[in-house]
C-alpha cells in the first residue's frame, strides 16, 4: 500500500472552512484515497472516499489532484465537535484483507 | 442496529495473565479485523478474518489469537499478557463485495498490563 504525508497539526477557526492537506505521492492507478478520523477516545469513523474525482458527501468533499499525488480534505463549516485527528490513507479496494495502514493523521483543533 | 459493540470498556490484567476481548456486529458483514492503538500513533492491524472460520495475521499478530466460529463473533484471545500489550484495543467490520468496503469500529477496550 502507498504511503501519505499529513501535517501533524492544524487549526481552524469554528465556522470556517477547514482545509486537510494529504500527499500521496507513489499511489497507484487502482488505489482510492479514503479519510478517517478519530475523536478523541472513540473508533475511528469513515468520512469519505473517492478514486480520482471529486467527492461530497453529508460531512465533507474530497478534492484531489488530476494527477492524483496529493488530496485535500474539505470540511465547509468546522465546528467544535469537528476537533479530531483526521487519517489519510490509500488502499486498494481489489485487496484480499481490505485493511487500512494508519499513519499519526493531522490533528485538527477548531478553536471558538 | 446496536453496529460494532465491544467488551469490556476497559480492563487491568496482570502479567501472565489471559484474557479474552469481546466484539460483536450485528451488520452481517463478513469481514472483521482486530487493531490496537499506543498513544500517539495510528491503529495497527493485529488479526482480520474473511468470514466464518478463516483468520489471518495482520502487522502485530505476537501475543495474540483469535477465533470466527460465527459471522456476528470475533473475539481475540491474550494468552500471557505482557506491558507491551497496554493499549487500546478497536474491532471492526465491512462488508466486502461491492460496496465502498467501508469500516465501522468499535467503541475500543482500553488495557493495562501492570
Known amino acids: 500500500d502507498a504511503k501519505t504525508t499529513q501535517p501533524t497539526s492544524m487549526d481552524c477557526a469554528e465556522g470556517r472552512a477547514a482545509n486537510l492537506p494529504c500527499n500521496h505521492s507513489?499511489?497507484?492507478?487502482?488505489?482510492?484515497v479514503y479519510w478517517y478520523r478519530q475523536i478523541h477516545s472513540q473508533g475511528p469513523q469513515y468520512i469519505i472516499h473517492?478514486?480520482?474525482n471529486n467527492e461530497t458527501n453529508e460531512m465533507a468533499s474530497l478534492i484531489i489532484t488530476e494527477d492524483r499525488k496529493s488530496s485535500t480534505l474539505i470540511l465547509p463549516h468546522a465546528t467544535l465537535r469537528d476537533t479530531a485527528v483526521y487519517y489519510c490513507?490509500?488502499?486498494?479496494?481489489?485487496?484480499?484483507?481490505?485493511?487500512?495502514?494508519f499513519g499519526t493523521g493531522t490533528l485538527l483543533a477548531v478553536q471558538p | 442496529n446496536a453496529g460494532v459493540t465491544q467488551t469490556p470498556k476497559f480492563r487491568i490484567l496482570k502479567i501472565g495473565q489471559s484474557m479474552t476481548l469481546q466484539c460483536t456486529q450485528d451488520?452481517?458483514?463478513?469481514?472483521m479485523y482486530w487493531y490496537r492503538q499506543d498513544p500517539g500513533m495510528g491503529l495497527k492491524l493485529i488479526y482480520y478474518?474473511?468470514?466464518?472460520?478463516?483468520?489471518d495475521k495482520g502487522e502485530v499478530p505476537n501475543g495474540y489469537n483469535v477465533s470466527r466460529s460465527t459471522t456476528e463473533d470475533f473475539p481475540l484471545r491474550l494468552e500471557l499478557a505482557a506491558p507491551s500489550q497496554t493499549s487500546v484495543y478497536f474491532c471492526a467490520s465491512s462488508y466486502v463485495g461491492g460496496g465502498h468496503n467501508e469500516q465501522f469500529f468499535g467503541p475500543g477496550t482500553r488495557l493495562t498490563v501492570l
Open positions: 451488520m452481517n458483514h463478513n469481514y
Open positions: 473517492g478514486l480520482k
Open positions: 490513507i490509500v488502499r486498494d479496494n481489489g485487496g484480499a484483507t481490505n485493511k487500512l495502514i
Open positions: 507513489t499511489i497507484s492507478g487502482n488505489e482510492y
Open positions: 478474518s474473511v468470514g466464518a472460520g478463516i483468520t
